[in-house]
């Protein structure tokens, strides 16, 4: 092989524009398009050998075992797909229409509750496939995080669902006969919840693996628990540990890996024991469709110390782990890609300088969708990583809570001109200092949750200079409880918000107690409130102040530097510091969505500048247009130049 590719040097071949892969090729040939290589691997290997910094995938299925990794030898390169051809790079296992029979082992069908639904069974034997030895479910949720997802079967581009009860939505908890340790009594010794749902439990006495998902104590904190036992008798359930607040009486929760509750089209069912797996197809089954079990647990695309690269019009999906991995990189760049069909994230981006996606579609991911996170907090220098044009939606498709679209880290970080939709949870959440939220469209969130924004930051006093302006939120209603477009939470200080305009959202803001907040040219129409701005620092949440603390001192607040970007932060401690104090509200305009100071504390109310806001019932014929030019403004920047991008792998 190494003699074959110095031949070609030695011989004087002319350079080389790009290295060829397709499912057709072989590892052997020299990676033209005649001769194109196989895997995306020895592409890697052929581009570093001969100094090509172009790769070229065709449209194909690309299975990996393990990440295509990519360093600093890479520097430079351009991995893109051919024009017009959309290559698919996975992390799974194809399972052939071969392996595809009728269940008819009568142990496994005679546990299924309903009859009806036992002749529907298929199963792969998935030991013939070496698929043996499976990992096993993790909990996840809220006070989960780095999890993995278990391995998960894909109907063509459909994520199918662990067979469950019910099969959509939630049950309720009934009697707690023990609730578990709760939020303050977690250093106790651990008591297991004990609880009843009703008669339906009696029947999963036999399930080896049953796990219970919930919202336990809050609808803003979701959980896995595994079960330890059923009683047989009254089918009271005892989970294997504690939620992370306890459990509650009437919360919602569902039943899941049990194979008694195999009955419904999309549900499938793993035996980790016996490697088989059992599932009744969803709608548009037939000869050709095309079964993905996922297996890879780690990225697909892990880039680390690499510069200048870029990653154009490629798929990543059906895998256990992130679609991407960006650490301490310069420059590099996913523009037109999809990621879809993942058990966790699309991309995981920290450290590193001007990284990012540009007009990609992200999909079906478990855990969100971009962890974005960059630059020097002691320093306040800008990381300059970004995710922009971008179409975001269905990212909590397992843990549904604080998991957002994109997860904002560190400073000077950009999220501008995306579309973000559909999901029960958080559009974005930030942390940190300097960053741009821009002209994004924001629909159909906060779902399933409640108490969360659809832009969430707070606790954290240091955390300042984020601007989030031109935004666009519609439909956000989540439970009607404290659902805000915009959630200033926990004495949060130093945001500035300005020309978003909110169309029947729930809430419009939510300013929990704190200072130095800017709300300015905001346009809300038909909310049921408009501002929520209190002084909780002085009252209920006063406790927090420790927890305030360290977080400020994390940071070197009283430095020259620190103090030129936010004059008031270093006599902070000496400044009433949990009181509200110089807030701006100015220049909006609220059409019938109450006032600006119905729910407003005397505290906050006093000591904020609250001058030529507008209350009307009736828009102005300037109010429409206005409102029309915002709604231009946010979101996608162009559908035609995405399209143009996709469809030429952006050549």
């Known amino acids: 092989m190494l003699l074959s590719m110095a031949c070609w040097l030695v011989l004087g071949v002319g350079a080389q524009r790009d290295v060829v892969v397709s499912p057709t090729g072989s590892d052997a040939n020299p990676g033209t398009e005649g001769q194109p290589v196989a895997t995306l691997s020895a592409a890697r290997d052929r581009a570093r050998l001969i100094k090509c910094h172009s790769v070229m995938v065709h449209s194909g299925r690309y299975r990996l075992a393990d990440s295509l990794s990519l360093d600093s030898r890479d520097s430079g390169l351009v991995l893109r797909a051919a024009p017009h051809e959309r290559p698919l790079i996975f992390g799974g296992f194809h399972i052939p229409q071969s392996a595809v029979q009728p269940c008819r082992d009568s142990a496994v069908l005679d546990r299924i509750i309903d009859v009806d639904a036992r002749q529907k069974v298929l199963e792969v034997d998935l030991a013939r496939f070496g698929l043996t030895n499976l990992p096993p479910i993790q909990a996840r949720g809220f006070p989960h995080s780095g999890i993995k997802a278990p391995n998960e079967l894909f109907q063509g581009d459909l994520p199918l669902t662990l067979a469950r009860w019910p099969n959509t939505g939630f049950s309720k908890v009934g009697k707690v006969a023990e609730p578990g340790n709760g939020e303050h009594d977690q250093d106790k010794p651990k008591r297991r919840p004990v609880f009843s749902i009703g008669e339906r439990a009696k029947l999963w006495t036999h399930a080896e693996e049953a796990w219970l998902y919930g919202y336990w104590k809050f609808d803003w904190a979701d959980e896995s628990i595994r079960v330890h036992q059923i009683d047989p008798t009254t089918g009271e359930i005892t989970l294997e540990g504690p939620a992370v607040y306890g459990v509650d009486t009437g919360v919602p929760f569902f039943a899941e890996n049990l194979l008694e509750e195999l009955d419904s089209p999309g549900e499938y069912f793993i035996d980790r024991q016996s490697s088989k797996l059992y599932f009744i197809p969803a709608a548009g089954y037939g000869p050709n469709t ?78 969100g969708g971009v962890w974005l996170a960059g630059g020097d907090r002691k320093a306040l220098t800008d990381g300059g990583n970004f995710v922009e044009n971008c179409e975001i939606h269905d990212f909590e498709r397992r843990s549904q809570t604080y998991r957002p679209a994109v997860w904002i880290q560190g400073v000077g970080n950009r999220v501008s001109h995306c579309y973000m939709h559909n999901a029960p949870h958080s559009a974005i959440i930030y942390q940190g200092n300097n960053h741009t939220i821009e002209f994004n469209r924001f629909s159909h969130l906060l779902s399933l949750t409640g108490d969360g924004g659809v832009v969430y930051t707070g606790r954290d006093w240091s955390a300042q200079g984020t601007d989030i302006q031109g935004n666009w939120f519609e439909d956000d209603f989540g439970q009607r409880k404290w659902e805000p477009a915009i959630y200033v939470d926990d004495l949060g200080s130093g945001i500035t918000m300005t020309r978003n305009l909110i169309e029947r959202c729930h809430w419009g803001f939510l300013i929990g107690g704190g200072r130095d907040n800017k709300l300015s040219g905001n346009v ?111 979101g996608l920047v162009s559908d035609s130049l995405r399209k143009s991008l996709h469809d030429s792998g952006g050549r």
Request: proline share 5%; glycine share 8%.
């Open 290 to 367: 095309q079964f993905t079990f996922s297996t890879l647990d780690r990225p697909l695309i892990a880039i680390e110390g690499g510069k200048d690269i870029t990653i154009r019009g490629l798929d990543f999906g059906f895998s256990r782990g992130d679609g991407a991995s960006v650490r301490k990189c310069d420059s590099v760049r996913f523009e037109a890609c999809r990621f879809k069909d993942l058990g966790a994230r699309a991309a995981d981006i920290e450290d590193g300088h001007t990284s990012g996606l540009k007009s990609c579609d992200i999909w079906a991911t478990g855990e």
């Open 524 to 634: 809300l129409v038909d909310c049921d409130l408009a501002f929520d701005c209190d002084a909780r620092g002085l009252g209920w949440a006063a406790s927090s102040r420790p927890t305030m603390v360290a977080n400020l001192n994390a940071v070197p607040y009283q430095s020259a530097v620190w103090a030129g970007y936010y004059r008031q932060l270093p006599g902070i401690l000496t400044d009433n510091p949990m009181a509200p104090m110089r807030n701006i509200l100015t220049h909006n305009v609220l059409i019938r969505s109450g006032t600006v100071t119905n729910r407003m504390e005397a505290p906050f109310k006093d000591t904020a500048a609250i001058y030529e806001n507008r209350e009307v019932q009736k828009p102005t014929p300037a109010d429409l247009r206005q409102i029309e030019k915002m709604r231009r403004a946010a």
